[in-house]
Structures are given as C-alpha cells and as structure tokens.
C-alpha cells in the first residue's frame, strides 16, 4: 500500500492540483463580487477549474504507478467522472462562497468539497473497472475524507480571513490556500489509492480504449491549457472592472455607451444616462467604519445592476455609479428608471445589525438632444447636482441652462488637450526643508500652465478639470515621465534631489499606473527611493482594498507614499497603521492657523505625535511666517514647505539655487544631495 502511495503523489499531480486550485480561487473573488446573473459563469468556471485539478491529479498519479497490467480509460465514463467532480464543486463553492467568513458556512463548504473530492476519487477508480475489483476499507476512506476536509477548511477560512483583514497580502494568502488545497487533494489521493490496493488487480475492462500513458499526456496538455485560459480570463475581468463592486469600470463602460449612441445614431433612436450620487454616504462611512462604507457601496451597487441589464451600470467613483438605458427609451422611460434607482437605493442596508440609510440624487441625459457623446457624463453631473442642490433623493433632467461656466470648462478642457500635447505644461519645485538642521532634502513637483490668453492658470483650477473630463491620466503620464526626467537630469549634475508627485484618486485606478511608474524610473534610470508619491488622505482612506494593493505595489518598487492634506478627510487610525505609507503632511489649514488658533495647535501637535507613535515622517506644508515656522519645530516637525523658504519654482531656478546659492533664501542644501558638483551640467 505505501508502495502505492509515494509514486502516486507526483511532483506533476500536485502542479496541476495547486494551479486548479489557485484558478478556482482566483475565479471565486470575480464569483463574490457580483452574485446575481452572470455570477454563474464565475462559479461554472470555478467548479471547471477544480474539478479538472482533482482530476487531472488522478490520471497523472495513476500513470505513474507501476502496475503489472495494462490501464485503459472509457472516454464516457471518465468525462463523466470529471462532470460529477464539476458539479460537486460548484455545490460546495456555492455554499462556502457566500460570506465564507461565517465558519459554519466554511465547515459545511469544507465537508461538502472533501466529499467530492473522495467521491470522485472512488468513482474515478470505479469507472476503470478493474478485475478482480476493488473493496474499498471504511476506516482508510474515511482517514483521507477527514484529511481532505481539513486542507479544505484550512485554506477557505484562510482564504476568506485573508479578504476580510488583510487584503495587502491577497496574493500570497490565495497562494497558501491554493497550497492547502492542493496538499489536500494529493493527500486524499494518495490514501484513497493506497485503499483501492490497485497491486492486486490484474486486469482493467478498458485496456483496449485509451491508454493511461496517451491519457496521462493529453490531460496535462489540455489541463494546463485550460486553467491558464481560466486564470487569464479571470485577471482581465479583474482589468475591467471596479475591485470593490465588482462593476464595469468606467473605461468600460465609455466603450459601451460609444457602442449605444452609435446605434442611436444609425436608427435615429435615443439613448438615456442616469448619473447617481449617493445622498449622504460620507456620514456612513465616519460613523460606521469603511468596511462598513464598502460594504453600503457593494449592496447599492448589486440592486442598481438589478435595475438594469448587463454591462449597463458601472462605478464611475466614489459613491457615483452611471446606468445606461440603450434602445430607444422615452423621457418617461428614463424618468421611470430614475424613480425605480431612488426607491432602490432608499431602502435600508442592514450593516452588523444595525440600519444605515442612504439615497441619491440622479441627474440624467437623453441623447442625442442633450449633447454629443464626449459631454453625455458631464451634464449628467450638472444635472446631478442640480437635484443634490434641492435636497437630494430626487431626480432631475439636464437642462442647457445648468452649465453656464461648463461651456467656460470645456473650452478650457480642449486647450489643455492641446497644452499637453504642445509642451505648454511646465512642473515647477518646492522645496521641503529639513526643520532641525534647515536644509533643503528634497521637493514637490507641482504642476504649471502657462496658457497663451489666460496667462497661468491655476491646478486648482484646471486639475480637477482634467479629473472630471477623464484627461487626469494622460496628464499624470507626463507628469510621471517628466518627474523622472528631470531627477535625472539633476542626478547628472550631482544633485541627488528626492521628489514628490501628486496623484489623483483617478490615477489611483488606473490599472496601469505601477507599471508606468516602474517604466518611467527605469527609462530614465533613476532609484525609485527618490521617488515620493503625495495621495490626499480622502483619496487614501476611501476604497480600502484596491488603495492597500496599489500602495503595496508601490512600495515593492521602491517608492515612498506620503499622505497629503492629513486633518481634513476621516482616517480610521487602525487603517492608517496598516498602510505602508512613510509621511504625512499636515494641511495648510491647520498651519495657517497655528498662530492664533488654540484648535489649530492641539492638531498639529496631535498630528505629528501620532505620526511618531506610528513611525511616520511627518511635513507641515504652508508655512508662511517665522511664527509658524518656530511653533512647528518646537512641536518635533520633521520637515517644513511653504513660501517662508521658498514658493514653488522652475527646475533651473533650483538647480540655480542649490549650486551656485542665487536664492530667495540663504539656505543650505543638504550636503547627501550632491554627488560631485559639475553646476555647468545644471542649467
Ligand atoms: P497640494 O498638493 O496641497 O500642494 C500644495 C499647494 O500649496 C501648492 O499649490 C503650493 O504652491 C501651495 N503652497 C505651498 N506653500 C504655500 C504657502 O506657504 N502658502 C500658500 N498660500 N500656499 C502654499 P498649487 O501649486 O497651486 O497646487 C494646488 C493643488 O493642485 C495641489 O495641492 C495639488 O492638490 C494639485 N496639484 C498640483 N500639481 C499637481 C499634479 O501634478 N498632479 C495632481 N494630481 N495634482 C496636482
Ligand atoms: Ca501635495
Ligand atoms: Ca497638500
């Protein structure tokens, strides 16, 4: 029986049972994020996934095994041991995957999937109808049983925890679980194989079918193609859509309402956007948690996809979704289809036995009446808030009337596509002051516009613009190339300047905004540890998951996060603590006051303790007068920004500063920021 047992467990088997495993779990996140309709292709391919791991371990284990008789399989019945395998995992995926979290639910997911498990394994064993049969030994049946039903509940509770409480390490925990499953399927097989005593057969019904070696190769082939297909499936739909409601993203969903004006178009029909903003969300989100928030979002989000059909309501961000009625709908189609989204959305969400209460405000558009396509969404906000502004839980059509200052905005949108691609955009430095010694360690690049009519437009201004137009990305692109240009530039002059970038909670979602980052640091060849990105605290604190796993991306890079604007959004002390993040910068707010305001300083002095306590560096930005300056060093600021030291200037003024000290301020530069000084190289 040992015999059997250790050539059975092949390096093979236990790859292809792991990388089924690791796919089926993979699948099921996709599953957990949207459990109507098309949920079931998610579960189907789960349970595919599964079934052929299990499986396939079978026939590659088998073939290995030294048998004095020839081993054929029945086509039929070995695809028909695989469906049972199918259908047993989707049963027991079914059960464990809603809210795992529950351990009941686990165990019974758990028992449920090692019963499939060991089943299959008999059954497999079975349909090879071997003489003079098998008589299977309760006791060794039920050993690998419980064994199986321990890897299983080990690696769903894991799996489940994981998500819950420690989603930076989403990867790595699926990595183990899938680990956990796989020993357990290896495991069982082993045993149940060791029971079925295939030494003391002598001869397989099937001998004349399909040979176990041509078999044992087919399946690896197919098997590895198969779950690769899975898994891959499974990444992009992870690309496409929003981590935390699983809806299409924003990208998406532009693609598709291109796709329903253009049919508009082409039978003169109509088609109808409903932009909904949730009425009081942020409330929910300080008083019960962001878990909490997160878990409000993912409820609105499954009745609005109720609402409407497939691929038609997407999360735009925030607590904004956008809904789509394609073919031709009448005003009183969409206005009906407003109504039915308020009265979903009013219903309570019970959250921990409690209730919480949300509406919304909806705006909408008809198109081709009210604008072409590239304005659909932003009149849609218009409208929006138009029905925010009187009260909220209501509707209200766009009307042309709502955007005067939008045709201003627009205007500025089409020369800033045009800034961007003719070099109007400038970055300028302001420098971070060392607050004990003085120096100059590092800067913030901020961005400049010098528009030819305007004169220099503001980022406040044209900032948020670009983030509403959906032009924040390639803005951020050039901004990110640009950076580490010029950090290298000043690199080859002896300058080792440490710089911060902004970015934006769109940036944030872009899928590939790490790569870019990783990209443009290695064109330019540049230490991503001179590298800081600045996210504002409301943008750091609101989707927890997706903002852990891009921090964490981040920082495997090499680069700093600071978290920018602290004091003025809501942070949740526990969350802050498990983001990697290595500063934070407290408000210009709460600097500007500092002087004259008691609230002010017990702020700042509770700021910068808090980021002690949590091993932060901590920034005052906006500092303005030797006042402020002296009350934040005597509070333990690390660093110090503001126009006291310096207003935000060009590259060559810095460059200027640093090595030949023509200045707005006689102040030193750190002496690590240089190499060897070569200034002529500078400027
Ligand atoms: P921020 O990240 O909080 O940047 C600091 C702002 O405070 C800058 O304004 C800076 O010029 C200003 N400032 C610095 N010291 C003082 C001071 O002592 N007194 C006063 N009154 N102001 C001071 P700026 O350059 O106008 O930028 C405003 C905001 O625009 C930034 O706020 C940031 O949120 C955004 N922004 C700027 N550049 C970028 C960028 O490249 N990407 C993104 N996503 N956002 C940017
Ligand atoms: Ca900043
Ligand atoms: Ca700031």
Redesign the pocket.
Known sequence: MTEAFAPSVTALGFVLAFLAAFAMLDLVKRLESRLDGPAFGWLAGASVAFATGLWSALVVGIDQLNLSYALGYHPGLSVGVWLFAAMFSSLSLAVACRRATAAARCLAGAGLMASGVVVTQILFLGALSLRPGITWPGPAVGTAWLCAGLGCACALWLHAEVRARAPRYLMAGQAVSALMLSTAIVVSQGLVLGAAGLDVQTSSAWQDRVPADSMAMLVTVGSIALLSMLLLLSQLEARWRDSLTGLPNRQIFEGTLAQATQRADASQGRVALLLVNLDGFKPINESFGHRAGDRVLREIAARLRSLAQAHMVARLGGDEFLLLIPDNPSIEDASGMAARALASTCLPCRIDGREAIVTSSIGIVMYPQHGALSTLIAHADAAMRVAKGSGGATYCFFEARMISGLREQTELLRDLRRALAQGELELYY?PKIHAPTGEITGA????RWQHPKLGMV???LF?PIAERYGL?GSL?NW?IDEVCRQIRVWRDGGLRMRVA????VH?LRQPDLVERIGRALRDHDVNPGLLTC?ITESVAMEDAEGTIAIFNRLTQLGVSISI??FGTGHSSLSYLRKLPTSELKID?SFVLDLETSEDARKVASAVINLAKSLDLKVVA????TEGQNKILREFGCDQL????FA??MSAKALALWAMDDVGPRTMNFRSSLFKETCAAELV
Not at 501 to 504: A, D
Not at 641 to 644: A, M
């Open positions: 302001q913030e690049a901020l961005m503001s980022p406040t900032i924040i951020g901004l970038i902004n970015l934006s940036q600045e920018d604007d210009r930005e906006g500092v303005e920004q503001g126009f006291l207003k935000p």
